[in-house]
């Protein structure tokens, strides 16, 4: 499959267009629309039995818990050692819900500016990819450095050791971004043309902005309901029931991963359909390109569940694990035994991040081809290895141009929330604070993956597109970023 060279004359692209240069007798429009089947059903089953039993879980916990039990009253003093270790862990978790109470309008308002500032910032990249790159690098950079400093004003003015730390912290990742933005500054040019060929599949594809607000709705939806059934489970008196919350915390874990997978898997299919269905040195189609994403979009929910499900799920156990350890960790007073738990967090940290390299790559062939997800990675794995393995590098630089992006989005939403709640003279918890980064930052990378994904596809299409076309030398892909490309590898097979 990926190392098919023939030239298709006359077939039809995604959009059901006549398509020249191809032959009829075989058709490729970068997605398999027919002969696909349920694959990885095992996965399928288990993940949605998954979601059986949380339901039932959760609807257990709202039955017999009780939040108000999270109040303490003041004529019950515990007199045993466990009965005061339950009751302070019982204030500590009333305090995060009091605090989440009384400010979810500003953590809920954080998460609609950083939706509204990443839909513009895609935006803005569509059009200006180039200049809006270095913007992006520069505001990162401000934004990080501006917050910081806020945030080390308002710690030592309200003696809040939090945001001392937040402060110092942030001005460290701003040095460092930094640092690596002059040490990739040559490489950006190359990256911005990437981009520019990911943006123009955005451009045929709009709908796919529709799925990333949905994707976000779905998961803020999700996680609003986990969040108060693990408050239920807490307060259920039947410790056996109590410990359900783990299987909760692995559940979120998993099916958090299982919604940014589809994301993917129907970006990918979407910059895969409209790049092999432009003619070789065209970029312009009409923008009639609702189809393709949507039927990507639905056939990650069914055929490729299995698949998505799989490739989630090993994340999932990572996390879950990681979790756990930290759990340990916290609870240890051996300082042995807490490195010994950071060493193999580290580790841990090491394969998480080999499977999410895995996993989009993956996502972009089952999003094509329909493949299991063994096989999506076995095939990915050998186009990548034979054509463009050196181009990695380039993909990399993308992620981190994103992340910088994120970055900025996150600390312009966070300094705003920050100010609001300062001028007002509300409490900073570190607990707000840390809830406005993380739900600012999810909303803006959910919106930013439509870049993300949509450039690993562009880049997996380019390396499909130099395995079918090699002989005959037509490539799809616009031709200057082909040249700079190949240079890239030329220059690297030199090197090594």
Same mark, same amino acid.
């Given at each position: 499959?990926?190392?098919? %060279?023939?030239?298709?004359?006359?077939?039809?692209?995604?959009?059901?267009?006549?398509? =020249?240069?191809?032959?009829?007798?075989?058709?490729?429009?970068?997605?398999?629309?027919?002969?696909?089947?349920?694959?990885?059903? @095992?996965?399928?089953?288990?993940?949605?039995?998954?979601?059986?039993?949380?339901?039932?879980?959760?609807?257990?916990?709202?039955?017999?818990?009780? #939040?108000?039990?999270?109040?303490?009253?003041?004529?019950?003093? #515990?007199?045993?050692? %466990?009965?005061?270790?339950?009751? !302070?862990?019982?204030?500590?978790?009333?305090?995060?819900?009091?605090?989440? !109470?009384?400010?979810?309008?500003?953590?809920?308002?954080?998460?609609?500016?950083?939706?509204?500032? $990443?839909?513009?910032?895609?935006?803005? @990249?569509? /059009?200006?990819?180039?200049? &809006?790159?270095?913007?992006?690098?520069?505001?990162?950079?401000?934004?990080?450095?501006?917050?910081?400093?806020?945030?080390?004003?308002?710690?030592?003015?309200? +003696?809040?050791?939090?945001?001392?730390?937040?402060?110092?912290?942030?001005?460290?990742?701003?040095?460092?971004?930094?640092?690596?933005?002059?040490?990739?500054?040559?490489?950006?040019?190359?990256? =911005? @043309?990437?981009?520019?060929? =990911?943006?123009?599949?955005?451009?045929?594809? #709009? %709908?796919?902005?529709?799925?990333?607000?949905?994707?976000?709705?779905?998961?803020?939806?999700?996680?609003?309901?986990?969040?108060?059934?693990?408050?239920?489970?807490?307060?259920?008196?039947?410790?056996?029931?109590?410990?359900?919350?783990?299987?909760?915390? &692995?559940?979120?874990?998993?099916?958090?991963?299982?919604? $940014?997978?589809?994301?993917?898997? *129907?970006?990918?299919?979407?910059?895969?359909?409209?790049?092999?269905?432009?003619?070789?040195?065209?970029?312009?189609? =009409?923008?009639?390109?609702?189809?393709?994403?949507?039927? *990507?979009?639905?056939?990650?929910?069914?055929?490729?569940?299995?698949?998505?499900?799989?490739?989630?799920?090993?994340?999932?156990?990572?996390?879950?694990?990681?979790?756990?350890?930290?759990?340990?960790?916290?609870?240890?007073?051996?300082? /042995?035994?807490?490195?010994?738990?950071?060493?193999?967090?580290?580790?841990?940290?090491?394969?998480?991040?080999?499977?999410?390299?895995? +996993?989009?790559?993956? &996502?972009?062939?089952?999003?094509?081809?329909?493949?299991?997800?063994?096989?999506?990675?076995?095939?990915?794995?050998?186009?990548?290895?034979?054509?463009?393995?050196?181009?990695?590098?380039?993909?990399?630089?993308?992620?981190?141009?994103?992340?910088?992006?994120?970055?900025?989005?996150?600390?312009?939403? *966070?300094?705003?929330?920050?100010?609001?709640?300062?001028?007002?003279?509300?409490?900073?918890?570190?607990?707000?604070? *840390?809830?406005?980064?993380?739900?600012?930052?999810?909303? &803006?990378?959910?919106?930013?993956?439509?870049?993300?994904?949509?450039?690993?596809?562009?880049?997996?299409?380019?390396?499909?597109?130099?395995?079918?076309?090699?002989?005959?030398?037509?490539?799809?892909?616009?031709?200057?970023?082909?040249?700079?490309?190949?240079?890239?590898?030329?220059?690297?097979?030199?090197?090594?």
């Amino acid at each position: 499959m990926a190392t098919e %060279s023939t030239r298709l004359v006359g077939a039809k692209d995604a959009y059901g267009r006549q398509v =020249a240069g191809y032959d009829s007798s075989e058709t490729f429009t970068g997605v398999k629309n027919h002969g696909r089947g349920c694959k990885d059903i @095992l996965f399928a089953i288990l993940f949605l039995a998954a979601v059986i039993a949380f339901i039932a879980v959760t609807a257990e916990g709202f039955k017999k818990g009780d #939040p108000h039990s999270l109040i303490s009253k003041s004529d019950q003093v #515990p007199t045993s050692a %466990s009965a005061k270790l339950r009751e !302070r862990a019982k204030l500590q978790f009333s305090k995060v819900v009091g605090q989440m !109470r009384d400010q979810w309008r500003v953590i809920l308002g954080s998460a609609g500016l950083a939706v509204f500032l $990443a839909l513009v910032w895609v935006q803005l @990249l569509r /059009f200006f990819t180039k200049v &809006f790159i270095y913007l992006t690098l520069l505001l990162g950079i401000v934004l990080l450095t501006a917050l910081s400093i806020f945030m080390l004003s308002v710690g030592k003015e309200r +003696n809040n050791k939090f945001l001392i730390v937040a402060g110092i912290a942030g001005l460290v990742l701003a040095g460092i971004v930094c640092l690596v933005v002059v040490g990739l500054r040559k490489k950006i040019a190359l990256t =911005a @043309l990437m981009m520019r060929e =990911a943006c123009g599949g955005l451009d045929h594809n #709009p %709908s796919l902005l529709l799925f990333a607000v949905f994707t976000m709705v779905l998961f803020l939806g999700f996680a609003a309901y986990w969040l108060v059934a693990f408050v239920y489970l807490y307060t259920v008196p039947d410790e056996s029931m109590q410990h359900s919350m783990y299987f909760c915390v &692995f559940c979120f874990f998993w099916f958090s991963g299982v919604m $940014a997978g589809v994301f993917k898997t *129907t970006v990918a299919g979407g910059m895969a359909s409209w790049y092999f269905s432009r003619t070789v040195g065209s970029q312009d189609l =009409a923008s009639d390109s609702f189809s393709p994403a949507f039927a *990507t979009f639905v056939r990650s929910w069914t055929l490729s569940l299995g698949s998505i499900a799989f490739g989630t799920l090993l994340t999932a156990v990572v996390n879950f694990i990681n979790w756990l350890l930290t759990k340990a960790r916290k609870h240890s007073s051996n300082k /042995f035994i807490r490195c010994l738990i950071a060493c193999v967090q580290c580790c841990l940290g090491s394969i998480e991040r080999l499977i999410e390299f895995v +996993n989009k790559y993956a &996502f972009v062939y089952i999003a094509m081809y329909g493949e299991s997800y063994c096989q999506a990675t076995k095939s990915v794995y050998a186009l990548l290895k034979d054509q463009g393995m050196s181009l990695v590098a380039v993909d990399f630089i993308s992620d981190f141009i994103l992340f910088v992006g994120k970055i900025a989005g996150t600390a312009a939403s *966070t300094l705003l929330a920050l100010g609001i709640l300062h001028s007002r003279g509300d409490s900073v918890s570190g607990l707000t604070i *840390t809830a406005i980064i993380l739900v600012s930052y999810i909303c &803006f990378d959910i919106v930013a993956h439509i870049l993300g994904m949509g450039v690993d596809s562009v880049f997996t299409c380019y390396a499909e597109d130099l395995a079918r076309n090699k002989a005959s030398g037509n490539y799809i892909m616009s031709q200057n970023v082909h040249v700079e490309l190949q240079a890239v590898a030329d220059s690297h097979a030199v090197n090594s």
